[in-house]
């Protein structure tokens, strides 16, 4: 096959990434194609390639060997793109409705070409607008419960579980996040990016050895505890959406990891879009983390009692235990998550986009309070709902 | 080089592991060599070369394709032998003094070629004939603190560690222990093996919805826990010993795994060596067990003082929750192996050996409750001195 001749890396020009969907056969012999590189040229080119007769297009995404943050580069893994195409093929096993169809990869060009989802929004930039997707709790959380349970060593064979895991060591981007999710916010280091407003609510948790002690578990938990193929950074920018469906992207980051962290990251940025909103219209975001968790529990017990590969399925308790630590650890992971979005290195266009600078400040205090109080008080929730009132209370938690 | 032309596995005759020593110059030109085969035949062949004109020897350890357990056979990867290797390799990284030296090793043959400790004994014969061992907790102390840290995420690089994380998954080996130690036992399985005289005590265990709760969070543990680069089968049949020396043999099972597992199934054979000896004679097993832990604390904490690669190291209360979960984890791992040692597939001969019927059955009944007594209290317990008071008081518990 013709496209076997290009094993060496090198990054695509929009006329080759026509070429290159001409030679798949992706469209109709002789149709009119446009193509536009639409990536933000931070860690990926992307380009979509539109048949101008019919409407319909295909994205190519291609890794590039380095990352753009803030003005550096530093070099990444191309092998990122191999990640991402199995982990999309993977899910797409157990929940082709939610992730875009894979049509071809190659792992020398560090390229995937997938379905163009352009009829569909960013989460995150609708969220913004003001948008509500009512049925996004819905499908992340059947999203997240499927492809969880399935590659976990309740719902696969456990010894093939070993070797999917063995083929999803990902420790580049795993260290991102152990730098930008787990330890930099944490400590004066210099990816850190905050407004000097808030340099006193930063030293405090620099200088909170309890809440240290707490990130440095829920740390080692990302560190060492194997339990399913998660997407590893689920927060809205990572979801195409529309009122009617959702679709999930972008898992680059995916690894062996805990079972509480993509429920997390996508609790933690509702919860940042909502302190972006002003209190009449916070109602649906509180809304979409309970419904989250509800259908994510619902759906998991439901796979749990029919399809559970493990001898002590049936043990009472055993299934509350689990969700009981998943729970627990999400809203742990969402503290870390809200906090490092706030000062950290990756901010959310939720909290930069706040135009008012006295708002702005504002909602970033609200946010620092909040992750704190996510991480310390995991412990003695007993419910989703609480969230709504730790959200509610964190502005008047003492600073320590 | 001559070795590489047998790279298709067969198993070895004793003159082709004296050829095999010859190619290797692993003896002087022309020494007088002499062979024997003293594997059990059960896993592996080990030939025992020595030179007749100066009593030094080698060992040649090569993995058969395949397990014979009670007159059974299954198919068993020969990849197990490079495992094998590479763990002694890893670990005389660490602890030289405590593992035998390799010379050699060829992945397609299974071979490992290293050091004859044939002046040494294994410790659970020595220890079945009433020896003690005065330097044993000391050195597997050390072997188990260095081997751990050095291979966690504290005491490794993290992205390193994932890496050698990877070459170390073990799926079939792992299945062993997680059929054999974790689920079979507890159980009414084919594979276990008791006098009819425990069916009452052994039916207590089946039909105990505590104990099963409690065995398959440390399954669980066992399954997604990647801590360190554990042995994965430290008992006392593992080690060579004499009075001033120590060497922890056979590591086919290593993988990344919970940092409590290889001290739980040592105090576990230790306990088990405790139970087959009359009371005014366990004194020493008691304070191996204490020694053990107390070394394994020390070394462990003077090492993440000194030689801690994570951000958090200094975080007040760190090491403690670490040590602490280390702790209550050894000691529920140590219930399941004493229990399955007890009625499983594979017994001990401290066990077994009771020529006594009736002492037979009072000690392994003895060793049915502690076991439950270690899974079940291993919470509760402060101090790894109370183990002392549980063994004493195990055979008092109710049956539920």
Known sequence: MAVSKQSVYEPLTESAAIALAVRLRLFPEGAPLVCREIGDGNLNLVFHIVNQQTGKGII????????????????????????ESNALRTFASYVPEYVPKVYYSDESLAITV???LSHLQIARKGLIEGKTYPLLSQHIGEYVAKTLFYTSD?????????????????PELCKITEDLVFTDPFFDHETNNFEDELREDVKELW????LHLEVAKLKRKFLTEGDALIHGDLHTGSIFASDEETKVIDPEFAFYGPFGFDLGQFFA?????????????????????EKTWEVFANVFSDLWEQHNVEPYAKTPRLLQDVLHS?????????????????????????????????????AKRHALRLGRSLILQRNSLNDIQEIRSLFLQAPLAPTN
């Open 269 to 289: 940025n509702l919860l940042l879009n909502a302190l972006s909103r002003p209190e009449q219209e916070q109602e649906p975001l509180f809304a979409h983390v």
């Open 154 to 170: 309740f719902g696969m064979n456990q010894q093939e579980k070993k070797q999917l895991a063995q083929s999803f060591v990902n």
């Open 114 to 116: 997938m379905e163009d």
């Open 60 to 83: 190519i995404k291609q890794a590039l060997p380095y990352a753009k943050v803030v003005g550096e580069s530093w070099p990444l893994t191309l092998k990122r793109a191999a990640i």
């Open 207 to 210: 200088n909170n050895d309890e």
């Open 326 to 362: 998943t729970f627990v650890d999400a809203i742990g992971f969402a503290g870390c998550e809200v906090i490092r979005r706030t000062i950290g290195l990756a901010h959310v266009a939720d909290l930069d986009g706040i135009e008012d600078k006295e708002e702005r400040i504002r």
